[in-house]
């Protein structure tokens, strides 16, 4: 581990944990297990004092992992952020989607790299479908219209902001996505991340869509 400022960060493959000594700080705390939300650093006087140390994160692996780029000027740049994907159908969905952004106007492809991180935990199935766990789960940019995910998925969503719209047919980020023309107004709105509810558990995304409703629909606005 390093210090940096007033925190440690931990060694790649590892996090803190909770001390037999910290027990008493850490009321709900487990001992050997991770207390803070992010776990790769820890308050230094913490760590100094006892309180949390430095271990291996449980089925950390190193295995192929898949990037979204396009070449320039000799280079290959990252689709948006920097993110390497642990499995190619992840990859592929972004691919996808970043390139129907109407002004992106390069060529994608997916090279391979290596991804270190935690082993992905294996998605149920309903009806045939995977359902998208957190492990799984790379943001609404990897994700098809008709994808399902994990409850939890959603209501972390919702709890980062108020929703634009919340019930089970439609439950909104409260966040705007992107702009498209609604031809049934003739005019500019908004639209927002929506999914629906499926069954216990289990929710469809359904794209980005107008306010109040759950089926993406209206013009993309052209850039020149």
């Not at 994160?57 to 993110?83: C, F, Q, R």
């Not at 190619?88 to 129907?100: D, G, I, S, T």
């Not at 109407?102 to 991180?117: Q, S």
Request: proline share 3%; with cysteine; aromatic share 14%.
């Amino acid at each position: 581990m390093r210090l940096r400022g007033n925190y440690y960060l931990a060694d790649k493959g590892k996090h803190f944990v909770l001390t037999e000594k910290g027990k008493e700080h850490y009321e709900n705390g487990v001992v050997g297990e991770a207390v803070e939300k992010y776990d790769i650093e820890a308050v230094s006087w913490k760590v100094d004092a006892g309180f949390l140390e430095e271990a291996p994160i449980p089925d950390w692996i190193t295995k192929i992992g898949y990037e979204v780029v396009y070449d320039h000027a000799g280079y290959a740049l990252s689709a948006g952020n920097h993110m390497i994907f642990p499995e190619l159908e992840v990859a592929e969905k972004y691919m996808k989607n970043y390139q129907r952004k109407p002004w992106f106007d390069r060529d994608l492809y997916i090279r391979e790299t290596v991804y270190e991180g935690k082993a992905l935990k294996d998605c149920r199935e309903y009806n045939g479908k995977k359902v998208y766990n957190k492990f799984w789960y790379y943001g609404t940019d990897a994700l098809m219209i008709g994808d399902l995910v994990e409850e939890d998925i959603v209501d972390d969503l919702i709890d980062c902001l108020p929703p634009a719209c919340m019930r089970k047919s439609c439950t909104q980020l409260g966040e705007p996505s992107n702009t498209r023309i609604d031809d049934a107004v003739g005019k500019e709105r908004y639209t927002y991340e929506t999914f629906k509810y499926v069954t216990d558990g289990i929710w469809e995304y359904c794209g980005d869509c107008f306010r109040g409703e759950n089926v993406q629909r209206g013009k993309s606005i052209n850039y020149v």
